[in-house]
């Protein structure tokens, strides 16, 4: 099968559905003739025009209305928000509307909308352009979130993403961009709400999302020369969750590390605690649950403190060699 970098599976998905769906259109900041922050939209412009590829101004509560009224208006927008920071200046619309409306209205009214938001630090951007704020959309009744991890996954999840009939924030990570792997010419969806067991293991299962993902692979294959064994699973959607496949692998190991990169107190891996411990999978654990995140700090500007304030591959490399020793 053919490999595309994670970029170019967004872009895909985005063109396939544009051709396929007169009613999809991007909108967001410098995504027309620049071709977007990062790339993505390059190209997409000279070949839909300016009625469907829309450059907006900056500002953030403008792009998410706007995707919020072209959805109510029958339309299927795809927004893009610069930097997932700026989100923050968007929750009026996302969270007191979008998210309600389908509710309010008897399910007489649909909000189907993708936002796209580049998140994550390493790549030296600061405190305000480096965050991984999925929970707080995670906590919001009516919104979906979904983290792909892989070129394979954004396309098939962002192409669900589109068809779904409720407003979606899909989260990309920077550092994802340039990674490459197999992906289908021809379109394809994954459900929302499929996880899916990224490596196969005895010993211990690592839950990680977005980047994590990608790390905690390289950890396990670490740990593999050293006799240990690890599980990695990718929950790919944040919400709607695919418990199921979790507790499958936590009760098969006994052991549980979760890793993502949004700091500690109040972050997902709480939720993933929660959940296993309240399943049936807690009459397995021969250990406690154990969660590795970002600390609970602002992201550092300078690029060694950044690193160190995330879980990098020897980071969770040694939280699973001290998890599956019993250290813990």
């Known amino acids: 099968m053919r490999e595309l970098s994670y970029l170019e599976a967004v872009r895909e998905a985005l063109w396939q559905e544009m051709e396929r769906d007169e009613r999809v259109f991007i909108i967001g900041e410098d995504v027309g003739v620049y071709g977007g922050a990062f790339g993505v939209t390059r190209g997409m412009v000279e070949e839909f025009g300016e009625e469907r590829v829309i450059d907006t101004p900056i500002s953030e509560l403008g792009i998410a209305g706007a995707i919020t009224g072209a959805a109510l208006a029958g339309m299927r927008p795809v927004g893009e928000i610069m930097f997932m920071d700026f989100t923050t200046l968007a929750m009026e619309q996302l969270v007191n509307q979008a998210a309600k409306i389908r509710f309010m209205f008897g399910g007489k009214a649909t909000v189907p909308f993708v936002l796209r938001c580049p998140a994550g630090s390493g790549t030296g951007a600061a405190a305000q352009h480096s965050q991984s704020l999925e929970n707080w959309f995670v906590h919001v009744p009516g919104i979906k979130v979904v983290m792909p991890s892989t070129p ?84 790919r959607t944040l919400k709607p969750l695919d418990e199921e496949t979790i507790i499958r692998s936590v009760s098969k190991t006994g052991r549980v590390l979760i890793v993502h990169e949004a700091c500690k ?64």
């Open 152 to 235: 394979f996954d954004v396309k098939g999840l962002l192409l669900a993403a589109i068809r779904d009939d409720n407003p979606v924030i899909l989260i990309e990570h920077k550092l994802l961009y340039k990674t490459k792997g197999p992906v289908p010419e021809e379109p394809y969806t994954i459900p929302l709400g499929s996880a899916e067991v990224k490596r196969e293991g005895r010993d211990l299962t690592i839950v990680a999302t977005s980047i994590m993902v990608k790390r905690s692979l390289e950890a396990a294959e670490q740990l593999a020369r050293e006799g240990i064994e690890v599980e990695v699973v990718d929950p």
């Open 265 to 328: 107190t109040g972050g997902y891996g709480g939720e993933l605690a929660a959940v296993i411990a309240g399943s049936e999978a807690f009459d397995y654990l021969d250990a406690p649950i154990v969660r590795l995140a970002g600390r609970d700090m602002p992201i550092p500007y300078n690029r060694t403190l950044e690193y160190h304030t995330v879980p990098q591959v020897e980071h969770i490399a040694a939280a699973a060699r001290q998890l599956a020793q019993g250290r813990v």
